[in-house]
């Protein structure tokens, strides 16, 4: 009985943990140092939006395109490889980032910052669940993501009280002081039991050929659509935001997604521990989007908040958007070890990958919608995919992950 515990909590949880903190660190470093690093650049006003998108753009598109690559190189070659590729690609262009001194190197780096971001949650979260017990796996992977999110928080302090070029610095050096820990871990039994079979292994396109596949892989990616909506929308843009609901005072980007990462943080604990006393993932990602709705409602509606207030606010959004730890972890329940590593790593990456789309389509309308209004119909949207998608989807929890498909 003692044991358990120990396995939960073992060197490869803790490497997973870490590498995730990292990918976490870099992926809301940039948004935090937006405004400092576009500035530096003579890029001031409105056209820092426009910018931003762009940049925000080409990250998204690279992990899109980087999600299918590690996950297919996941099943192919091994969860180790895509866990520790994706490390060191966007360990270096993280270092990359920090000497860019014009908009088109910086989209350059941002992409494949993005390509190498794409590999390191699907990886880690397959790894951590085939290792595990299936009565404990869901602990696991929550420490995983929790810790992970926790990097983001990490992140508000270094674009807070550093140069952003320094910044870029600390996230490349802490990927590559990671790379070291990677010794001493062992490769999934699930996988190295399928290898020695002639199943086909990481082919993407699989899950086209089944329309039962296609439609559980779908639901898969729409059920984490509000998660991205809330951050890429709402929290990213609070400057912007504040002033347009008569916020008392001013609000800082890094600030509000300090606050946001540590709701979701604790999220992640709290949605992880409850799939696992509830014995369902269903029922708790159902209560949290609602929950998440409930705070969006409120965030469009209300008007003359204190910043102290905008940032509890920003607290709530994390902690019911916290569900994110059980997302990932539904993605890699719900398919055979032949494709488990290709749909765990491009699950969560198709959903980042909607933001151009969501961000697009904000963008377009706010010309005759406004900030609310374009807001409230691409959100709708986001909840309505999401909430019919999670009917629709197999209970996975304590399900035997030793299958093929």
Known sequence: MESKPVRILSLTVLVCSLGYFVDMFDLLLFPILRQPSLTSMGIIGPAQIVAYRNLLNSQMIGMLLGGIFWGM??????RLSTLFGSIALYSIA???NAF????????????????GLAGELGAAVTLVS?????????YGTTIVAATGIFGTVMAGLVGKYLPWRTGYLVGG?????????RFGLRESGMFKQMHTTTVSKGNFFMLFTSTERLGRYLRCILIGLPTWFTVGILINLSPEWAPKMGVTGPVAAGTA???TYTGITLGSFASGFLSQVWGSRKKVVGLFILLTLAGIIFFLTVHGLSPAMYYMLALYLGLTTGYWAVFVTIGAEQFGTNLRSTVATTVPNFV??????ITGSFVAMQATMGFHGSAAIVGGVCFLLALGSLVGLRET???DLDYME
């Open 397 to 399: 929890h304590g399900l």
């Open 94 to 96: 993280n270092i990359a």
């Open 257 to 259: 997604v300090a606050f």
């Open 130 to 138: 085939e290792l595990l017990p299936k009565e404990k796996r869901g």
């Open 73 to 78: 190189l996941g099943d192919k070659k091994g």
């Open 100 to 115: 860019v001194h014009t908009t088109s190197a910086y989209m350059v780096w941002r992409f494949i910052s993005g390509f």
């Open 173 to 181: 050096g802490l990927g590559l002081f990671l790379l070291v820990l």
């Open 352 to 357: 980042r990958g909607a933001v151009p789309l």
